[in-house]
């Protein structure tokens, strides 16, 4: 299957400092990117839906000013948590569609795992 | 109601055991499924995807789908220790993936 790399795998920050999460799709264009948090032994969360040089669309509930995606490339999508709180520690998990397949599946990235104290 | 539901067991089986996980789902117009497994703190990693209805199997792994029922199965069959982690099924319409809440496996040795 396709790849789909998320950087860092695992950040601790200080409370009001912010975190830049990145999600490279090395082996195909991914025209749509999507970023999801998850919580302890819940399902995924889909925070927002980029395609690639547009604004991304923010599910309801989600601040945009505060979780900041920019989808600049066919490759890259960035997704900047802004001045954290520790109730923004979560597992973050961004995945890719779009590539040889048609674009059918989905395919995530390794998660990074935000600790904010 | 929501788009998929899954029961989120845990599920405990012997090693060697066939093992099956279920989601049902609400949408008639969905035709694309998924199975990923995702190991704790790691990101899900497709392991099937079908189109309608139907079986499709890959090695010790089988997806089933029944349209007239929405209905979507994953059986693994000689069921291995390293198969221990949280299975997701998802489906797809349009640009959106709808995931159910994840079946937790522990298969013992």
Not at chain 2, 47 to 54: E, H, P
Not at chain 2, 84 to 99: E, G, K, N
């Amino acid at each position: 299957g396709a790849v789909v790399s998320q950087h860092p795998s695992r950040v601790i920050c200080k409370s009001g400092t912010s975190v830049k999460i990145e999600c490279r799709s090395l082996d195909f264009q991914a025209t749509t990117m999507f970023w999801y948090r998850q919580f302890p032994k819940q399902s995924l969360m889909l925070m927002a839906t980029s395609n690639e040089g547009s604004k991304a669309t923010y599910e309801q509930g989600v601040e945009k000013d505060k979780f900041l995606i920019n989808h600049a490339s066919l490759t890259l999508s960035t997704l900047t948590v802004t001045s954290a709180h520790p109730e923004d520690s979560s597992f973050y998990i961004c995945s890719a569609r779009g590539g040889f397949t048609g674009g059918t599946e989905a395919f995530f990235g390794q998660g990074t795992r935000l600790t904010v104290v | 109601q929501k788009e998929v539901e899954q029961d989120p067991g845990p599920l405990s089986v012997p090693e060697g055991a066939i093992v099956s996980l279920n989601c049902t789902y609400s949408n008639s117009a969905f035709q694309y499924f998924m199975w990923y497994r995702q190991y704790s703190r790691k990101g899900p990693e497709l392991l099937m995807y079908t189109y309608s209805s139907g079986n499709k199997e890959d090695g010790r792994f089988t997806a089933q789908v029944d349209k007239s029922s929405k209905y979507i199965s994953l059986f693994i069959r000689d069921s291995q220790p390293s198969d221990s982690a949280t299975y997701l099924c998802a489906t797809r319409l349009r640009d959106q993936f709808y995931f159910g809440t994840g079946t937790s496996l522990t298969v013992i040795p």
